[in-house]
Every structure is written in C-alpha cells, then in structure tokens.
C-alpha cells in the first residue's frame, strides 16, 4: 500500500484558537476564510459565544466581532482544548467578571498551575483544583512583571501577554527556548505594544487592538505532518501538502527530517499573515537517524509521536532529548508511544527526559491498539497501518477529529 497525491490540511488550529480568542479583546469585525474545523477550535468558539462575543458562520467563512473587552461572567466548557482554557485564563484574568473554566475528563487532568500561579503573582484571582482543571477566575486589577519561565511554552506565553496587555506598565516574559510565535505575529497585526524584549523574550504594554478586516488561515502543519511522514517511510509514496503554513517556529519536523535525509521539497508561496507555501515528500529507503536537541522540542512538539515512528524505519538510533511536556499532553504520550509503536515490533526505550529509538524495524501488526484518546496517537497509528499495508484497530480512532476531522477520508484518497 502506498499514498500518492495532494491533500489540503485543515486550517492551523494554532492561529484558528488565538483569531477568535483575541477577538474578545479587540474592536472591529473580521472575516476569518480556512478557519480550523477541528473540534478544538469548536469548543474556542463556543467559549467566545459564552462570554459575549459575536461570531456567525457564512458560508465558509467565519465571522468574529470584536466584543472590546466588555465580556459577562460564565461557565465556558473548553472540551478538550488546553489551549482554549490556558489562553482564556490570562485574558480573562484581567477582565471584571467571574468566570469557570472546565473541560472533558482528559483536560481535567492536565496541569493549569504552571498558568496559575504566574498570573497570581501579576495580582490576578485564579484557582484551581488541585493544580488542575475547573479553574475559577475573579477578574481583577494586574500589575506587569518579569516572568523568566522554566519551559518553553507557547500557550503558557501567550497567557501572560494576554494578561500584560491588561496590566499596569510592562510584561516581560522570557524562555528557555524558542516557542511558538502565532500570538507575538497576530498581536502585533492588531495594533498591540509588543516588541522582543532587549534580553530574549518578549514584552508587551497596556494597548488596544483593533481586528484585521479579513484573515485566511494557512493550512496546519502539524496535520500535514502524518501524510508527509507517511510518504517518506512508504514505498512507492509521493505527496504534496498545500497551502500550508511554514512559520519558522512550526517547521522543526520538516527541519529534522531533512536531515534524516528525507526527500523533502519546501515551496513558499505567500507570507500573509505567516508564511505559507506547499511541502513535498517522497519515499526515501535510506533515512537516518538523528538526535533531537532540546532547543529543537518547542518546535515540533506535536509532531514528536510521528517522528518517532520515522525514526523506527532510520538507520541507527535517534534520540529525542527532554521531550517531558509529552507527559501532559492529551496522554501522556511518552508511554502511548512506546508502548503501541512498541507493540508493533519498534525498538524504542525511556531514559530520564529522553526517548531513544532504534531502526530500522519491521513493523508487523497484532491484536488492538490503543490511541488512549489522543488524535495524534491515534492518527501515528493510522500511518503505522499504511506502512505496514494494512488498516490497524485503534480504539478510540475517532479521536483524530480532535484535530483533523477529515482526516482518514484524505488518507483513504491518497492509498494507491
């Protein structure tokens, strides 16, 4: 079995989360084209309806009007998104009203105190239970500070710009590594007071914003991932994803994968509001193995489990370093990949904060698998089956909707 062809990804779920987010803070109305269909990106939507925003649907568009920050207090049910609640947590903090923030059963084990407790120290009124999910939030007068974290975290980060936009003077925040940087770009596009701070990082002032007219979202590179992934490691494959975002800050798997010495091609095709363009990939018997550096994690963090796959067809043995935020994600999905790619006959091991994988291995089907609802996993495992030529039994397979709700219709297109 092979996958030939072309196949638009759904629109980034990054930039999708923070257009309609951002919109409860700003003026104006904007048309949003190519708005992610995920689940996700649903529940964001919905909590922007809950809290006084205005959003309608015509045709294919989305259409955000802007509610200038006069929000009313609510219960927001954020499903599965941990981006929806951790952003919604330092824009809300800010705003007066009360508000709850809660989830599915999933959600409601990932850690929200990281968020938490940096806001409280800008003087913000947040509680959680236990470090986790329904987190409560008064909203309440911020002060700007310095915050230096311990992780790179894109959604941590946003969080606390949203909140400096709100607060009295500056909000510096710093990281380890580089992030991703969606809200830095989108920010700036609407008139925000946010420059890189002089010692890495970023700062933002007190400031209004104002909607983009229109925005088309670039398809997500993340989703593309799979089909690229599932090219380069099966004979005979060839595709090409379009209209895909190439952010420099989401681009480390294609990164990583040339120099595994994968055939990959890199077109770029437009820069508005972010790069954007189409990545090639074609079958490529001779990958090899590589090491993932951990200033490199921040920037392909979702890809880790279909990277980790790639590795298991590499010669010699890859390694992932500090890949620990995999561990709160929808599963902890350190465990979900080394027991389920395990199950299919990989050779890959734990060590500390690493994963180490040895290839290349044959993959060889048997029994069930397991996604433990999470779309990743379950979509890594659905390009095992087409490595291995045959449709895997994953439950909970329906979970890639999470994410990519077309996604095994596109995978079935592009089986030769």
Wanted: net charge negative; hydrophobic share 40%; aromatic share 4%.
């Amino acid at each position: 079995m092979s996958i030939k062809g072309s196949v638009n990804p759904p629109g980034d779920k990054s930039i999708s989360h923070r257009a309609g987010l951002f919109s409860l803070l700003a003026t104006g109305t904007c048309r949003v084209s190519n708005f992610s269909p995920c689940a996700d990106c649903a529940s964001t939507l919905e909590a922007v309806s809950r809290l006084g925003g205005r959003v309608e649907r015509q045709g294919e568009e989305v259409v955000l009007h802007g509610a200038a920050g006069k929000l009313v207090s609510a219960a927001v049910d954020c499903g599965n998104s941990g981006t929806t609640m951790r952003l919604l947590m330092g824009l809300l903090a800010g705003r007066p009203g009360s508000f709850t923030l809660d989830g599915d059963a999933s959600l409601r084990r990932r850690p929200m105190s990281r968020v938490a407790d940096p806001l409280m120290r800008m003087g913000a009124q947040v509680s959680t239970t236990d470090g986790r999910p329904p987190v409560t939030i008064e909203g309440a007068a911020l002060n700007g500070q310095r915050h230096e974290l311990a992780v790179a975290s894109a959604q941590l980060k946003s969080a606390l710009l949203l909140a400096g936009l709100q607060a009295q003077g500056e909000t510096v925040v710093i990281e380890p590594h580089l992030s991703r940087d969606h809200t830095e770009r989108l920010l700036t596009a609407m008139g925000a007071d946010i420059a890189p701070a002089d010692e890495g990082g970023w700062r933002v002032r007190p400031s209004a914003l104002v909607l983009p007219p229109s925005l088309r979202v670039p398809g997500d590179v993340s989703a593309a991932a799979f089909m690229l992934v599932g090219a380069i490691i099966t004979p005979g494959s060839e595709v090409t994803t379009l209209g895909v975002g190439l952010n420099p800050g989401r681009v480390g798997l294609i990164s990583v994968l040339q120099r595994m010495g994968a055939k990959l091609t890199v077109t770029e095709e437009g820069r508005d509001p972010e790069p954007w363009g189409k990545v090639s990939a074609a079958y490529t018997p001779e990958l090899k193995a590589t090491e993932v550096l951990p200033q490199e994690i921040p920037l392909l963090v979702d890809e880790v489990p279909i990277l980790a796959l790639a590795a298991t067809q590499a010669q010699g043995v890859t390694v992932m370093r500090s890949i620990n935020e995999l561990r709160i994600k929808e599963s902890d999905r350190i465990a979900a990949i080394v027991t389920q790619l395990g199950a299919l006959g990989a050779r890959l091991w734990e060590e500390g904060e690493d994963l180490f994988i040895e290839g290349p291995a044959p993959l060889k089907p048997q029994g069930r698998y397991d996604s433990y609802g999470d779309h990743r996993i379950a979509m890594t495992l659905a390009i095992a089956g087409v490595l291995c030529g045959q449709t895997l039994e994953v439950a909970d397979a329906a979970c890639a909707g999470v994410s990519y709700p077309d996604f095994y219709r596109d995978l079935e297109a592009l089986q030769q």
